[in-house]
Nanobody, 121 residues
Framework: QVQLVESGGGPVQAGGSLRLSCAAS????????MGWYRQAPGKQRELVAT???????NYVDSVKGRFTVSRDNAKNTVLLQMNSLKPEDTAVYYC???????????????WGKGTLVTVSS
């Protein structure tokens, strides 16, 4: 079973930085896009940033210029560097990967369990 294991969340003051990390826990045939989503209290889950296997990135407008997504294809990991954090960035952040477990497997989305980021003013 593929598991995505996140780390790096926690409390931080506004203006501070955090780096989130997510690693796939098993051998995987191929990963397409990886990324981060977040869900704030009382709100729907939203895309934060994604990165393709070729390195193309996409960000929600509210984090452009502050967050940077990157990945290590050899280690099946995706990182999210978050700078200049704001209280409105407070949310549970979820890792996502679209991947094939084996060569014969369908492309499937997997999710991590989430890591809480709390930004205080």
């Amino acid at each position: 079973q593929v598991q995505l294991v996140e780390s790096g969340g926690g409390p931080v003051q506004a203006g501070g930085s955090l780096r989130l990390s997510c690693a796939a826990s098993s051998v995987i045939f191929k990963i397409n896009a990886m990324g981060w989503y977040r869900q704030a209290p009382g709100k729907q889950r939203e895309l934060v940033a994604t990165i393709t296997s070729g390195g193309s990135t996409n960000y929600v407008d509210s984090v452009k210029g502050r967050f940077t997504v990157s990945r290590d294809n050899a280690k099946n990991t995706v990182l999210l560097q978050m700078n200049s954090l704001k209280p409105e960035d407070t949310a549970v952040y979820y890792c996502n990967a679209n991947l094939k477990r084996y060569s014969w497997s369908p492309w499937t989305d997997y999710w991590g369990k989430g890591t809480l980021v709390t930004v205080s003013s």
